[in-house]
Structures are given as C-alpha cells and as structure tokens.
C-alpha cells in the first residue's frame, strides 16, 4: 500500500462534509450561538454558492483544521471554539 496515498485520503475524509455533518448532529451544535443557534435559529439555513449548504456546516468547517504533520505518519486534527463547553480556544 502506498502510504502517502493513504494519508492523504484519510486527511481528506477528516474534512469531509459528510463526517462535519455527522459531528454537527452527534454534538447537537446547532444549540450554540457561534453555529448559529441561541433564541433566533440559523444554523440550517442555506449559505454558500451551493443552496443546499447549511450555514452551520462552513461554520464548522472554518474552524477545523487538519495537517499531515511532515516527516512521520501524523495527522493534526484541531478545532476552535468560543464556548468552553467545546473545548475553549482550541482542542
């Protein structure tokens, strides 16, 4: 097995739409203001070039982060947040 193709897939599945989309619903993240949730509700609502893009999934994505750390078989994952129910500033 080629392991650079390997990582490199694996990094690219790490920031999928599909895997935020699954942490967005198994977190509940549409209860915090910063995803926007709180009193008037847009994390749903449609953003993007795309129309069926949800708001709350560029939010997430903006603040993930994944690198191949160089030299070793590492792959970085990181996430901020405001709320420190989520972690603080980065976990």
Avoid at 2 to 20: C, F, G, P, R, W
Avoid at 24 to 41: Q, V
Avoid at 66 to 88: C, H, M, T, W, Y
């Amino acid at each position: 097995m080629d392991m650079e193709n390997y990582l490199e897939t694996q990094a690219k599945i790490l920031q999928s739409e599909t895997l935020a989309l699954q942490t967005i619903k198994s977190l509940d993240l549409t209860r915090y203001p910063e995803f926007g949730g709180g009193p008037n509700p847009t994390a749903w609502a449609h953003s993007g070039p795309a129309p069926q893009r949800p708001a709350i999934l560029g939010a997430f994505l903006a603040r993930l982060s994944v690198k191949r750390v160089p030299n070793s078989r590492l792959i970085e994952v990181s996430f901020e947040a405001e709320d420190p129910q989520l972690g603080g500033a980065d976990c």
